[in-house]
């Protein structure tokens, strides 16, 4: 089985472009988080979709920051405009809940985007 | 608010053996789940174990168990008969059983070296 994909692996840009990031989850998965990972804040959420519709989009950092789940196989996140404290990795993950199951909970995460702004 | 401790920032054991990998939580939610995440040095977040709050026994996965002490408020990983291949970072994590607040909270980690 596949599992989550994301695309770019590695993002390299100049700050005040615009940057978007992908992910497709695990088919047949109701929910889908963006987390990033920073060497000084570790891995945190930014938000949280359950069945496509948001539903905690309490850590994204600001209004550059955008995301959207127009269906149950993708997602984006954008950021515009990008600033070098963006750079970062952006980890996309997913997770069969709501559906009731022993590893319903289990979140599992996609290889991640290596974003840096320069 | 939930938060995970983990208190040891690098450790090392020798191929073969069992090593443990401390990890506490806070929360006041009654209902919670601790997961266990591997992170090799290629970058990947793996999954390797779950256990819900409410569950009795303790999780194990293959050479993975999770040593849950509800009352200290504790999820500690063991991992037996330690292997090259595990040397990686792992992250303690948890987060409520509740749809509106699954976001996973996770600890600073712990950087394991298995040598030979």
């Known amino acids: 089985d596949a599992g989550v994909i994301q695309s770019p692996r590695h993002e390299v840009t100049e700050m005040g472009q615009e940057v978007t990031l992908r992910c497709k989850p695990i088919s047949g998965h109701n929910s889908l988080f963006w987390y990033r990972q920073t060497m000084m804040r570790g891995l945190e959420l930014l938000i949280y979709f359950n069945n496509n519709v948001p539903i905690d989009d309490s850590g994204m950092p600001e209004d550059r920051f955008s995301a959207k789940m127009p269906n149950a196989s993708f997602s984006t996140l954008k950021i515009q405009p990008s600033e070098p404290r963006d750079s970062a990795v952006y980890f996309c993950?997913?997770?069969?809940?709501?559906?009731?199951?022993?590893?319903?909970?289990?979140?599992?995460f996609g290889p991640g985007t290596r974003l840096t702004v320069t | 608010a939930q938060k995970i401790t983990q208190t040891q920032p690098g450790m090392f054991v020798q191929e073969k053996e069992a090593v443990t990998l401390d990890c506490t939580y806070d929360t006041s939610d009654q209902s919670y789940g601790l997961f266990w995440y591997k992170q090799p040095s290629s970058g990947e977040m793996i999954f390797l174990i779950y256990?819900?709050?409410?569950?009795?026994q303790n999780a194990t996965e293959g050479r993975y168990s999770l040593n849950f002490q509800k009352a200290r408020k504790s999820a500690n990983l063991v991992i037996s008969a330690s292997q090259l291949g595990d040397s990686a970072m792992y992250f303690c994590a948890m987060s409520p059983m509740d749809t509106g607040r699954r976001a996973l909270t996770f600890g600073s980690g712990t950087r394991l070296q298995v040598q030979p």
């Open positions: 993950a997913s997770s069969p809940y709501p559906r009731t199951g022993v590893n319903s909970y289990e979140q599992y």
């Open positions: 256990q819900g709050s409410y569950d009795e």
